[in-house]
């Protein structure tokens, strides 16, 4: 009887709760002739080129690209392989790791329950997550036993410094202090794609026990913070991040291929992570991560940080939704309040890119950014993924581009800038 009624409390609370109809209605991506979305078809040619020299001259397997404006789409091609050894062709449809880009869709996540009236930003997580009530900041290290010692912060980790990487907590095994590294490393700290049977919950609980980089709210480190966020949502929702997604965010934008751990029927689809050796790709070994987590394993690990894998046209329509100001399809996820106040500068000068200031779920091109060329007009926003994934849509030209490719290690690649700077150029109204 108890489980009955938190079952039918929970659905009662998402009925309550649940994204709701807009007065606006914007209608899902279709396809478009370029010239009828203002851009130029023979311009647009110019990145078959590109692509085409970079698979050629071995700089990257493969890659699947998407252009849309107003939209539409107007570009939508695969080049080169899925999986070299095999022979398998990219598809457009294929499914890619997207890692990172897994952070704007949780940050997502946190402002909906946000717009709720659950929470506020500079509350701190330990008002929600007990576990993080006593932040320590790493004072000394011993690199030949990796004890250490550590100071109490001055001040305690809020859910605004989540989101914008200025807690203090640091990324393990890639994080840019070694020392951090091995600290992560003996507490048993996952960074990203497990097959172990591990849940969020007891990977956050083990992070709240570690020390900081420095006090909150002092510097921008990239972090397992949108991790410790996943697992915020949960106890916010009373649901399981993968769950809360599904329902709230990937139902309404239709965004079908995109999932922690894949269905079986789309096992196929997943483009094999490969790295170059000897000028031949090879698929990519398990090293600290494992590259068939989406496809095997305990499948328990909902990891908010880096957790997705994703279509090119499902994450399209993701970042349409924050071109048209939180709504798509007449179903509106955020206000337009929330969207413009999330593209603000959060953090002032924290953020290392000169050309760029960091908002609530995504870098953010500024006035010098822009006139620096090739990365779209102020208020162009943008992210990629740890496998060599990238995106940015910007506000000012409602252009989305999208790249996804699936490498890891050195390779030449410099597909990333080319992409996003002929799009650009293929603007024609």
């Not at 991560?289 to 894998?309: C, I, N, Q, T, V």
Request: hydrophobic fraction near 35%; charge should be negative.
């Amino acid at each position: 009887m108890r489980t009955l009624i938190a079952l039918l409390f929970m659905l009662s609370s998402m009925t309550m709760y649940a994204q709701t109809e807009s007065v606006q209605y914007s209608p899902p991506l279709g396809e478009s002739d370029p010239a009828e979305a203002g851009m130029s078809a023979e311009r647009l040619s110019r990145i078959d080129d590109m692509l085409h020299h970079a698979v050629n001259s071995i700089q990257i397997p493969g890659a699947v690209a998407l252009v849309a404006r107003n939209g539409k789409i107007v570009y939508h091609k695969a080049f080169g392989m899925a999986d070299n050894r095999a022979g398998r062709e990219l598809k457009t449809d294929d499914i890619f790791r997207i890692a990172s880009q897994t952070k704007a869709i949780t940050a997502t996540a946190v402002m909906m329950l946000w717009e709720e009236g659950k929470f506020r930003l500079d509350d701190p997580i330990s008002r929600y997550l007990p576990d993080f009530g006593d932040p320590e900041v790493l004072d000394t290290f011993n690199a030949e036993d990796t004890t250490y010692t550590t100071i109490p912060a001055e001040n305690h980790i809020t859910i605004r410094h989540l989101l914008t990487h200025t807690s203090g907590i640091g990324y393990g095994v890639i994080d840019g202090d070694e020392r951090f590294r091995m600290i992560y490393e003996k507490a048993g700290i996952v960074d990203l794609y497990t097959t172990d049977d591990v849940t969020i919950e007891e990977n956050v609980k083990k992070l709240a026990g570690l020390p900081l980089h420095h006090n909150p709210g002092e510097a921008f480190t990239y972090s397992e913070g949108l991790d410790v966020l996943g697992y915020f949502v949960e106890v916010m929702s009373g649901m399981p991040l993968d769950e809360f997604f599904r329902i709230r965010i990937f139902d309404p934008l239709e965004m079908h291929d995109t999932w922690f751990y894949l269905p079986e029927s789309k096992h196929h689809r997943l483009v094999t992570l490969q790295h170059k050796e000897n000028d031949e790709w090879q698929s990519y070994p398990v090293t600290f991560y494992d590259p068939e987590f989406p496809r095997k394993g305990a499948m328990r690990f909902f990891s908010g940080g880096a957790g997705l894998s994703s279509t090119v046209k499902d994450y399209a329509a993701f970042l349409q939704m924050y071109l048209n100001g939180g709504e798509l399809n007449g179903t509106r996820l955020l206000s337009r309040t929330t969207v413009n106040f999330m593209m603000q500068n959060q953090i002032g000068d924290l953020f290392a890119d000169p050309g760029r200031y960091y908002g609530l779920a995504f870098g953010v091109v500024n006035q010098k950014g822009e006139s620096q060329g090739g990365r779209g007009s102020a208020g162009t926003f943008d992210w990629g993924g740890y496998f060599n994934t990238q995106y940015f849509a910007d506000s000012q030209e409602q252009v989305i581009g999208i790249l996804f490719k699936q490498t890891r290690g050195t390779t030449g690649d410099e597909t990333a800038w080319k992409f996003r700077q002929l799009v650009g150029q293929a603007i024609d109204d």
